[in-house]
C-alpha cells in the first residue's frame, strides 16, 4: 500500500475511480489501487461514440486485464465531452499513469452536488486500509 | 492388478513419520455413520490378461467399419484416417498431460491448438476459431448463447435440415436458459428463402442453417444470407460433414458471422460418436465473447524473446468470470483437436480438394445408379455433396432387412427423426466406399421387390 | 532447446503426406453437380508437407509438453494419476473404435452392454439410483444436473425456485454453470476454523431464502481438501428448505470405496472420469461427466439410457419428463471403454486401496512441507491440501506464481495456482496414489531447496523458468494485441 499514489488534489468513489474537477467539467480515470489490483491491462470497453452520458454510481464501461475483469462505475452524471482514443491501442497508460495519460473520460457534470459523496485522498486511504 | 507403486512396506513408513499406525486412522474425518463398512458391489479385480480376453469379447459384439461396409452418414462421417495421425497424436506427451495453464512446459499442446485454430479459419475463411468445443451439438448451442448474449433471452429461427440430434440438444438448453426456438420446415429438401424471410423478425437473436443440410442437400446460401441479416440476428451456419468445405464455398465467402460444427471425423476414431470434435470459427468482431480456451502466439518477456503460445484471453472464461461467465467450458476436446491438426497437415491444400472431390464424384455416382433402379426415386431435386435421400419402393425396416440378410450397413431411415418418411432412406458415400462396393449396395437394392 | 516453426512455415507447393483412394468410379464435372455460386473457387490454404516433415514437427511438439508419463504432476483439484496404458488399447479395438453411432441397435451389444454396465458401477461407487452417461465433462455434468433439479422443482409447481447456494471455495465452472441453467448463485462462507462450510452463514441464507433455494452445490472433501463432518446437516436443512443436494465429484478419489456421495445425502452427482477414473487428460480434454441421480429424479435424465431385454441389449427412450439431450449421440463412448477398463482393472478392493492412497500420499506431502510452508488448514487433509506461499511473499516478495514456475526447473510440474480463491498466494497439491514415495521426496527437497532460495536468492526464484523450452511468456501482449492464428505473412517464428 505503501508503494501507491493517491493525489490529493482529486476526489475517489468507493469503486476505487477518481475525478478531478475543473470548473463542470470532470475527468474520470481509476486509481493507482484499482490498476495494481488489475495487474496488466490489456483491454477497455468505454464508451467510444459521441453523445453518450454517464450515471452517478451506474456503468460505463468493462476493463479487463490479464487475470481478471471489472465494471466501472462512474462517480458522477453528464454528458461524455470527450473519451481517451490512445486508451484503445494503449490501455497499459492506465497502469503507468493512471492519473495522467492514462484518463479515460471527460465529463461535462449535470449534478455537481454528487461530488459530495466521494471522498477525499485521505479518506480513500484509509478506505484501502479497512479493505 | 493396481498402480499404486508404493508397497505396504512403504506406506507403512509413511503412515508412521505421520504417527499413524494404520488406513483408519488418516480416515477419521470421516464421520461413522458415512462410513461405507461393505466392499462395494462391483466384479472383483482382474489381470492384464483376462480383462483383454473380456474387452476383446464384448468389442466382438459390435459389428464395426474395419469388417462392414456401412452407407451411414446422419451426422457422423467415416473419413480413412492415414496412419501418421495416431502415431503422433497418441505420443503420450500430448496424452497424458492438462490443459496447458503452465505455458513453459506446454509449448507443444499450445502450439499445436494455435495450428488447430489456423486450420479451422483456413477451411472455414473466417477470421478466428476456438482451441474446441464438446461436439457439434453443444458447439451450435455455444454459437446460439453467443448470440442471444447475457440474459439468455431471444429468439432463434433455426431450419429443419439443421440435424435432429442438434435442434433436441437447443431445446434443451434452451428451456434451460430461457431462449425460445421457431423451427422453418425444409421444401424439396432445402430451406426456403420465403419462409425465412416469414420467420425472421427485427429481434431475431440468431438464425442457423446446416450446410450440407442434413439431408445431404446443398442450401441455396447466396440467396439465404441477406434473409438472415435483414434484423439484428447472428447468421450461423453449422456443417457436420466438413469434407464438404474442400468443394464447397466456405462459409466466409456467403456471409456467415460464426460457423460450427463437427470434426471429430478429420484424423479422429469414430468411437460410436464420442470424444467428438466441435468447432467454432467466427468473424473477429466475436473474439471477446467466443466461448472456450483461446492459445495466442506472443514472446519471452525476457532475454531472447522467443515466440511462445500462451492460453489468452482467459478473462472470458468461467474461472475468471464464475457466476458473470457466458460459457461454463473447462475440459474440452483438444487431444482430438491435435488429431485433427496432424490429419489436415497430412492432407495438406490437394489432399483436402481431392478429399471433397472423391466424396462428391462416388456419391453421385451411387445416386445415378440406384435411381437408375426401378422403384427407387430421388426423393429431393437440390444438389448434394455425399449424401442424398431415396424413396425406396418398400419401407426402411425392410430396407435394413435386406441390408442384414447382405451383410452391409446401410443408410439412415429418416422415419427415425422425421414425419410422413417411412420410405426414405439417407445414403452416405465417403471416399472410403470402393466402386465394388457401392455397385454390391446396388445389386443388394435391386433384389428388393416392392 | 531451438525454436519450432509453425507447420505453416514449413514445406513446398506440391509437397503432401497422405494419400488418398483412388478416383476408381465414373466422373461428372462440378459445375454438374453443385450450383456455381456455391463451388469453392480456391483450396483452402492449408499446408504443403510431406510425411516426415508432418512426423519430425508434431513428434517435436511432443518433445516440448509435459506429461504425466513425463514426471511428478500434483496439480489439485485435477487428479493426475497415471493412464494405465491397457486401457488405450482397449479404446482402439476395432469393435469400440470403429462403430457408428447411429448403427443399429443388434449390430453394437457390446457397446450398449458397456453402458449398461459402466452405469451400474457408477451407481455403486456413488450411491445413486441411476446414471447418464452422456454428459462430455464435469462442467457439461454440472449443468444437466442443474437441468435436472430445475425440471423437478418445475414439476412439483416450485419452478420459482431460481438460487443455486455454492461456497466461496468452489470451482469456477460451478457458479458458471448456475448461471447457464438462469439460477442466481449465492455465495456460502467457509468456516476459518474447521474448513468447512459455515454453518450459521448457511442456516442464515436457508432461512431468508427458503423458498427460492433450488439447490447447494458443493464437494466433499471440499477444494480444501478437508472432509466435512457437517454434511448430513447441511443435506437436513437444505432438504428441509425445498432445495436439492448437487454434488461435484471433482474430488471422488478421495472417496472410493469410503463413503459415498448418496449416503451423505446428495441427490445429484457428476463423476470426473478423467480424474478418478485415470482416463487421459489430452492436453485438455476429452474427459466424460456423468451424472448420477437419486430415484426421484431419474426421470428427468437425459435419454436414451441403456436397457436390457429377452433380445439382448437395447437403448430405452426416456419418458416426456426427460430434459432432452445434452449432446449429440450417446457420451464420449471412447472414454467410457477407459474407465470402464481401469473399474473391471481394481475391482472392489483396488478401489478402496486406490483412496487409501491418495489420502496418505497426500498428508505425507503436507507433514513434510509444513516446516516450509504455511499449511491453509493444518489438520488431516483428504486427497489434496492447499499450502500457501504468505511467508515467501510477505518476507522476499516470491509469490506462489514464483514457486510454481521455478519447479518446472526441477522436471515436475507445478501445483495448482491461486485457487481456491480463499487463500492467498494458494498451491494446491494433489499427488494422487500413484506417484512412489521416492516422488514425493523428491518434491519435497525441491520445495525445500525453492524456500531456501527465496531467502538467499529471490532472483532465481522470480525469473524462473530456466531450463524450460520458453521462459516466462508476456500474457499481457498476447491479450493486448491478439494473435490467434497464423496468417501469411506474418512475422516469423524466431
Known amino acids: ?131 | 492388478m493396481s498402480y499404486i507403486p508404493n508397497t505396504p512396506e512403504d506406506q507403512q513408513a509413511m503412515l508412521e513419520t505421520l504417527d499413524f499406525s494404520s488406513f483408519e486412522d488418516l480416515l477419521a474425518p470421516v464421520p461413522e455413520d458415512l462410513r461405507l463398512r461393505r466392499p462395494l458391489n462391483l466384479p472383483p479385480a482382474l489381470a492384464e490378461l483376462d480383462l483383454k480376453r473380456l474387452m476383446n469379447g464384448v468389442a466382438a459384439k459390435n459389428k464395426n467399419l474395419d469388417t462392414v461396409i456401412s452407407f451411414l452418414g446422419a451426422g457422423t462421417y467415416d473419413h480413412a484416417v492415414p496412419s501418421v495421425v495416431p502415431h503422433l497424436q497418441r505420443r503420450s506427451e500430448f496424452v497424458t498431460s492438462y490443459t496447458p495453464y503452465q505455458p513453459e512446459v506446454s509449448q507443444g499442446m499450445l502450439q499445436a491448438i494455435y495450428e488447430f485454430q489456423t486450420m479451422v479459419c483456413q477451411v472455414s475463411g473466417l477470421d478466428i476459431a476456438n482451441a474446441s468445443l464438446y461436439d457439434g451439438a453443444t458447439a451450435l448451442v455455444e454459437a446460439v448463447l453467443l448470440a442471444v448474449g447475457p440474459g439468455g433471452r431471444g429468439e432463434v429461427v433455426i431450419s429443419t435440415g439443421v440435424d435432429p440430434q442438434y435442434r433436441r440438444v437447443l431445446h434443451t438448453y434452451a428451456h434451460a436458459r430461457g431462449f425460445s426456438i421457431k423451427e422453418v420446415p425444409a421444401r424439396n429438401g432445402v430451406t426456403s428463402s420465403e419462409d425465412l424471410d416469414a420467420a425472421v423478425s427485427a429481434t431475431t437473436s440468431a438464425v442457423v442453417i446446416q450446410q450440407p443440410n442434413f439431408f445431404g442437400c446443398i442450401e441455396d446460401m447466396r440467396a439465404i444470407e441477406p434473409v438472415a441479416h435483414k434484423g439484428k440476428a447472428v447468421f450461423i451456419v453449422n456443417i457436420t460433414e466438413p469434407a464438404s468445405l474442400g468443394v464447397l464455398a466456405p462459409p466466409a465467402e456467403y456471409g456467415a458471422d460464426i460457423a460450427v460444427g463437427e470434426l471429430m471425423s478429420f484424423g479422429n476414431t469414430m468411437s460410436y460418436g464420442g470424444p467428438a470434435l466441435g468447432f467454432m470459427a467466427a468473424r473477429s468482431k466475436y473474439m471477446r465473447l467466443m466461448p472456450g480456451r483461446l492459445v495466442g502466439q506472443t514472446v519471452e518477456e525476457g532475454g531472447n524473446k522467443q515466440t511462445g503460445y500462451v492460453l489468452t484471453l482467459q478473462t472470458r472464461e468461467q474461472h475468471i468470470r464464475r457466476e458473470r461467465a457466458t460459457s461454463n467450458i473447462c475440459t474440452n476436446q483438444a487431444l482430438l483437436a491435435v488429431g485433427a491438426t496432424i490429419y489436415l497437415a497430412a492432407l495438406g491444400k490437394h489432399g483436402f480438394r481431392e478429399l471433397g472431390e472423391l466424396c462428391l464424384q462416388k456419391a453421385h455416382y451411387a445416386f445415378r445408379q440406384i435411381t437408375a433402379l426401378p422403384g427407387f426415386k430421388a426423393k429431393f431435386s437440390s444438389s448434394f455433396f455425399d449424401e442424398f435421400v431415396i424413396t425406396a419402393p418398400v419401407s426402411t425396416q425392410r430396407l435394413q432387412h435386406h441390408f442384414e440378410q447382405a451383410g452391409i450397413i446401410g443408410g439412415y431411415a429418416l422415419s427415425d427423426s422425421y414425419p410422413g418418411m417411412p420410405n426414405d432412406m439417407l445414403f452416405c458415400v465417403t471416399e472410403t466406399r470402393t466402386k465394388e462396393e457401392i455397385d454390391y449396395l446396388v445389386d443388394v437394392l435391386k433384389e428388393v421387390q416392392a | 532447446m531451438s525454436v519450432e516453426k509453425l507447420i505453416f512455415e514449413k514445406g513446398a507447393p506440391g509437397r503432401r503426406a497422405a494419400t488418398l483412394a483412388a478416383m476408381d468410379v465414373p466422373t461428372a464435372s462440378l459445375e454438374s453437380m453443385i450450383p456455381e455460386d456455391m463451388l469453392r473457387k480456391e483450396p483452402a490454404p492449408l499446408p504443403e508437407v510431406s510425411e516426415i516433415e508432418v512426423v519430425r514437427h508434431y513428434t517435436h511438439l511432443s518433445q516440448r509438453n509435459f506429461g504425466v508419463d513425463t514426471g511428478f504432476y500434483p496439480l489439485g483439484s485435477c487428479t493426475m494419476k497415471y493412464n494405465p496404458k491397457l486401457n488405450e488399447d482397449m479404446a482402439v479395438l476395432p469393435g469400440f473404435a470403429r462403430i457408428h453411432p447411429l448403427q443399429p441397435d443388434s449390430t453394437v451389444q457390446g457397446a450398449i452392454q458397456l453402458f449398461y454396465e459402466l452405469e451400474q458401477y457408477l451407481a455403486e461407487i456413488a450411491g445413486m439410483a441411476r446414471v447418464t452417461l452422456q454428459p462430455s465433462a464435469g462442467a457439461h455434468g454440472e449443468l444437466t444436473g442443474l437441468m435436472l433439479i430445475k425440471a423437478y422443482h418445475e414439476s412439483n409447481g416450485q419452478g420459482h425456485r431460481n438460487l443455486v447456494l455454492i461456497p466461496d471455495n468452489a470451482h469456477g465452472t460451478n457458479p458458471a454453470s448456475a448461471t447457464l441453467a438462469d439460477y442466481k448463485s449465492v455465495e456460502i462462507k467457509t468456516d476459518p476454523g474447521t474448513g468447512g462450510i459455515d454453518m450459521d452463514h448457511l442456516k442464515a441464507v436457508l432461512d431468508s431464502n427458503a423458498a427460492n433455494v433450488a439447490a447447494i452445490m458443493m464437494t466433499n472433501p471440499n477444494t480444501l481438501g478437508l472432509f466435512d463432518r457437517k454434511v448430513l446437516e447441511i443435506a437436513t436443512a437444505v432438504h428441509e428448505a425445498g432445495g436439492q443436494l448437487y454434488y461435484d465429484g471433482a474430488n471422488a478419489n478421495a472417496v472410493l470405496g469410503i463413503t459415498r456421495p448418496g449416503d451423505m445425502g446428495f441427490d445429484v452427482v457428476h463423476f470426473n472420469l478423467h480424474k478418478t477414473c485415470s482416463t487421459p487428460h489430452g492436453g485438455g480434454g476429452p474427459g466424460a461427466g456423468p451424472i448420477g441421480v437419486k430415484e426421484h429424479l431419474v426421470p428427468f435424465l437425459p435419454g436414451p439410457l441403456p436397457a436390457k431385454g429377452d433380445n439382448g441389449y437395447y437403448w430405452a427412450d426416456q419418458g416426456s419428463q426427460s430434459i432432452g439431450k445434452v449432446r449429440a449421440n450417446k457420451g464420449n463412448f471412447g472414454v467410457l471403454v477407459r474407465a470402464y477398463t481401469y473399474i473391471r482393472t481394481y475391482g472392489p478392493d483396488g478401489l478402496l486401496h486406490v483412496a487409501q492412497s491418495a489420502i496418505l500420499n497426500a498428508n505425507y506431502l503436507k507433514h513434510e512441507l509444513a516446516s516450509d510452508y504455511e499449511i491453509a488448514y493444518p489438520l488431516i487433509c483428504q486427497h489434496e491440501f492447499v499450502a500457501t506461499a504468505e511467508r515467501q511473499k510477505e518476507e522476499y516478495g516470491v509469490t506462489a506464481l514464483d514457486i510454481a514456475k521455478r519447479i518446472l526447473d526441477f522436471g515436475m510440474y507445478a501445483p495448482t495456482i491461486y485457487f481456491p480463491l480463499i487463500v492467498h498466494e494458494a498451491l494446491m497439491i494433489e499427488p494422487t496414489e500413484t506417484e512412489t514415495r521416492e516422488t514425493l521426496d523428491y518434491f519435497v527437497s525441491v520445495m525445500r531447496q525453492i524456500a531456501e532460495e527465496a531467502r538467499t536468492n529471490p532472483e532465481i526464484v522470480k525469473t524462473a523458468p530456466h531450463t524450460t523450452p520458453v521462459g516466462r511468456l508476456d500474457q499481457a501482449l498476447a491479450a493486448r494485441q491478439p494473435n490467434l492464428r497464423w496468417t501469411t505473412g506474418q512475422e516469423e517464428t524466431h
Open chain 1, 1 to 131: 500500500m505503501a508503494n501507491l499514489n493517491h493525489p490529493a488534489n482529486l476526489k475517489y468513489s468507493k469503486t476505487d475511480e477518481w475525478v478531478r474537477v475543473d470548473g463542470d467539467q470532470a475527468t474520470v480515470g481509476i486509481t493507482d489501487y484499482a490498476q495494481d489490483q488489475l495487474g496488466d491491462i490489456v483491454y477497455l470497453e468505454l464508451p467510444w461514440d459521441a453523445g453518450a452520458s454517464v450515471t452517478h454510481e451506474e456503468k460505463f464501461g468493462d476493463i479487463e486485464s490479464v487475470k481478471a475483469t471489472s465494471e466501472l462505475i462512474s462517480p458522477i452524471s453528464g454528458e461524455v465531452v470527450t473519451v481517451n482514443e490512445a486508451l484503445k491501442d494503449q490501455p497499459e497508460l492506465i497502469n503507468d499513469k493512471p492519473y495522467e495519460e492514462g484518463w479515460m473520460l471527460v465529463v461535462k457534470m449535470t449534478n455537481p452536488a454528487e461530488l459530495d459523496s466521494l471522498m477525499s485522498a485521505d479518506a480513500y486511504k484509509a478506505y484501502l486500509q479497512g479493505r
